[in-house]
């Protein structure tokens, strides 16, 4: 039983300095010939091994200076899985193939050029040699090279002596910052904290209502023009080794522009508190903030959900829109649309034309400007003409309305305008006994249409047959206009005076019958 242990014992002795004497170890693949074709050892580095081959040319070596080159490098890269890494590289059984003997190396942060050297060693040699650094970024992979230097042939082996290069994959990505009301055409910033263990983070948009430009943990996306809806952006981190399944997400809602279009018509009317209605209607998310300008001066900015908005334009003037925003998402959109205001002031004027003498023959001529055609008129007196004619001594007021329904009042007063004349006549003396020859001959200056009403009730201009006396005529025109005068019938001197005058009578009434008889006694 004693024999037997020991031979398991020497077959596992020997079976374990076979995979220790493996290089690479088992799982581990062989470096590469430069360093984009560089294996990442995700699993530790410590105890990593190889050889390294003669199948490479000179060239420069990054981090060195002249006349360090390489010759025969291979290159490997491994993870850092802490910020303070020190590895030792330790040479063996190095063949002399040229000048040199032995091996250089360095540590790189990415294949360059530009290289970015993290340590190197630019000197060959056969002893053991340190890379470190305390700047290695946990979860970045960095690029190692080992040379045999002149073309020198080695194997070498790894020691991790301080730090971690196991790989991990990234922690969870932690939320998304960034606004989740965006509007369509503009673009938005997102971001999220670095992710421990990440150098890679994948950010994906669904649906695609707009382009993703990501940097790292910083992303833009430049919203579609025509995009709306709702969309999940989401970053899952991860670095050369590893990914973290587990993603971050944010909702965003991309809402339309609005647009605001102004539109319609009318006049003010002056002396009239009533408005104009003009109408902005909208398109997009509401409510709506806009801004109106009258003449070009800007308004105070109005804050509306009503769809279509009315403005009560109070003063002359060209209406525009300068500018519309919808509030849920600020999103700034395009107005339209242009209305130009004026104010109608009626002029009204009018010639009037007297009655004369109380008669309804006046008359008034109405002149109106500024306003619109048709014009409609309402008089006082209930007239709907322009003019008026035949009217008698008043005031008359006109309400006059144009067609935009702009009114304006005038008061038009018609007098009374009396005629001045005079009467004039002559008198022609009685010359007889018996009734009279006397008259009077009337002239009313000026000429005209007259009435006459005489004391003894004639009615005609002139009068005749008049016994001696004194005789009235009252001239009259038009209703109101009258002239009286005064004339005198004279008796003529040489008319015999009649100084007596009898009359005798006698009756017989026996034979059935009066006699009359009459006598006058004229004395001269």
């Given at each position: 039983m004693?024999?037997?242990?020991?031979?398991?014992?020497?077959v596992?002795?020997t079976?374990?300095?076979?995979i220790l004497a493996q290089c690479?170890p088992p799982?581990?693949?062989?470096?590469?010939?430069?360093?984009?074709q560089?294996p990442?050892?995700?699993?530790n580095?410590?105890?990593?091994?190889?050889?390294i081959?003669?199948?490479?040319?000179?060239?420069d070596f990054?981090?060195?200076?002249?006349?360090?080159?390489?010759?025969?490098?291979?290159?490997?890269a491994?993870?850092?899985g802490s910020?303070?890494?020190?590895?030792?590289v330790?040479p063996?059984n190095?063949?002399?193939?040229?000048?040199?003997?032995?091996?250089q190396?360095?540590?790189f942060?990415?294949c360059g050029?530009?290289?970015?050297?993290?340590?190197?060693q630019?000197?060959?040699?056969?002893?053991?040699f340190i890379?470190s650094?305390?700047?290695f970024v946990?979860?970045q992979?960095?690029?190692f090279?080992?040379?045999?230097?002149?073309g020198?042939?080695c194997?070498y082996s790894?020691?991790?002596?301080?730090?971690s290069t196991v790989?991990?994959?990234?922690?969870?990505?932690?939320?998304?910052?960034?606004?989740?009301?965006?509007c369509?055409?503009?673009?938005?910033s997102?971001s999220?904290?670095?992710?421990?263990?990440?150098?890679?983070?994948t950010w994906t948009?669904?649906p695609?209502?707009?382009?993703?430009?990501?940097?790292?943990?910083?992303?833009?996306?430049?919203?579609?023009?025509?995009a709306?809806?709702?969309?999940q952006l989401?970053?899952?981190a991860?670095?050369?080794?590893y990914?973290?399944?587990?993603?971050?997400?944010?909702?965003v809602?991309?809402h339309?522009?609005?647009?605001a279009?102004?539109?319609g018509?009318?006049v003010?009317?002056?002396?009239?508190?009533?408005?104009?209605?003009?109408t902005?209607?909208?398109t997009g998310?509401g409510p709506w903030t806009?801004?109106y300008?009258?003449n070009?001066?800007?308004?105070?900015?109005i804050t509306?959900?009503e769809n279509?908005?009315t403005?009560?334009a109070?003063?002359p003037?060209?209406?525009?829109?300068h500018?519309v925003?919808?509030?849920?998402a600020n999103?700034?959109?395009?107005?339209?649309?242009?209305?130009?205001i004026?104010?109608t002031?009626i002029?009204?004027?009018?010639?009037?034309?007297?009655?004369t003498c109380?008669?309804?023959?006046?008359a008034?001529?109405l002149?109106?400007?500024?306003?619109?055609t048709?014009?409609?008129?309402q008089?006082?007196?209930?007239?709907t003409t322009?003019?008026l004619?035949?009217i008698?001594?008043g005031?008359?007021?006109v309400?006059?309305?144009?067609e935009d329904?702009?009114?304006?009042?005038?008061?038009?007063n018609?007098d009374?305008d009396p005629?001045?004349?005079t009467?004039?006549?002559?008198?022609?003396?009685?010359?007889?006994?018996?009734?009279g020859?006397?008259s009077i001959d009337v002239?009313?200056?000026?000429?005209g249409?007259?009435t006459?009403s005489?004391?003894?009730g004639?009615t005609?201009q002139?009068?005749?047959?008049?016994?001696?006396?004194?005789?009235?005529?009252?001239?009259?025109?038009g209703v109101?206009?009258?002239?009286?005068?005064?004339?005198?019938?004279?008796d003529?001197p040489n008319t015999p005076?009649?100084s007596?005058?009898?009359?005798?009578?006698?009756?017989?009434l026996?034979?059935g019958?009066?006699?009359l008889?009459v006598?006058c006694?004229?004395?001269?």
């Amino acid at each position: 039983m004693k024999g037997y242990s020991l031979l398991l014992a020497c077959v596992f002795l020997t079976f374990y300095q076979t995979i220790l004497a493996q290089c690479p170890p088992p799982g581990f693949p062989q470096p590469g010939n430069n360093c984009p074709q560089a294996p990442i050892l995700c699993e530790n580095l410590d105890g990593y091994c190889a050889t390294i081959n003669n199948n490479n040319q000179q060239q420069d070596f990054p981090g060195c200076p002249p006349p360090y080159v390489l010759n025969n490098d291979e290159w490997f890269a491994f993870f850092a899985g802490s910020t303070s890494i020190t590895i030792q590289v330790t040479p063996s059984n190095c063949t002399q193939g040229g000048q040199n003997q032995g091996l250089q190396g360095g540590i790189f942060a990415g294949c360059g050029p530009p290289w970015n050297a993290v340590d190197v060693q630019c000197a060959c040699t056969e002893d053991p040699f340190i890379l470190s650094s305390n700047s290695f970024v946990i979860g970045q992979v960095y690029w190692f090279v080992l040379d045999g230097c002149g073309g020198d042939v080695c194997d070498y082996s790894i020691d991790v002596l301080s730090g971690s290069t196991v790989g991990v994959p990234p922690d969870n990505p932690g939320p998304v910052s960034g606004p989740v009301n965006v509007c369509q055409g503009t673009s938005s910033s997102y971001s999220i904290d670095p992710v421990y263990a990440a150098t890679s983070y994948t950010w994906t948009l669904t649906p695609q209502l707009g382009t993703v430009t990501a940097n790292g943990t910083n992303v833009t996306v430049n919203w579609g023009n025509n995009a709306t809806g709702s969309a999940q952006l989401c970053v899952k981190a991860s670095n050369l080794c590893y990914m973290n399944p587990t993603l971050s997400c944010i909702t965003v809602d991309v809402h339309p522009k609005p647009t605001a279009t102004l539109s319609g018509s009318g006049v003010l009317c002056a002396g009239s508190s009533a408005p104009v209605n003009l109408t902005v209607s909208f398109t997009g998310e509401g409510p709506w903030t806009f801004t109106y300008r009258i003449n070009g001066v800007n308004q105070t900015p109005i804050t509306t959900s009503e769809n279509p908005y009315t403005i009560q334009a109070t003063q002359p003037g060209t209406y525009t829109l300068h500018n519309v925003t919808s509030s849920v998402a600020n999103c700034t959109g395009t107005v339209s649309g242009s209305v130009t205001i004026t104010e109608t002031d009626i002029s009204l004027s009018a010639t009037a034309t007297d009655a004369t003498c109380g008669q309804s023959n006046g008359a008034i001529n109405l002149s109106v400007s500024n306003g619109n055609t048709p014009y409609t008129f309402q008089w006082s007196g209930g007239q709907t003409t322009e003019d008026l004619s035949n009217i008698p001594a008043g005031s008359y007021v006109v309400t006059v309305t144009d067609e935009d329904g702009c009114t304006e009042t005038l008061t038009v007063n018609v007098d009374d305008d009396p005629i001045s004349f005079t009467v004039t006549g002559t008198a022609t003396a009685n010359t007889t006994c018996i009734n009279g020859n006397g008259s009077i001959d009337v002239t009313v200056n000026p000429a005209g249409t007259y009435t006459y009403s005489w004391s003894g009730g004639q009615t005609t201009q002139d009068i005749s047959n008049l016994p001696p006396g004194t005789y009235t005529v009252t001239v009259t025109t038009g209703v109101t206009c009258t002239n009286t005068a005064e004339f005198t019938v004279q008796d003529n001197p040489n008319t015999p005076n009649i100084s007596s005058t009898f009359v005798q009578t006698t009756c017989d009434l026996s034979n059935g019958s009066i006699n009359l008889t009459v006598s006058c006694a004229l004395h001269f």
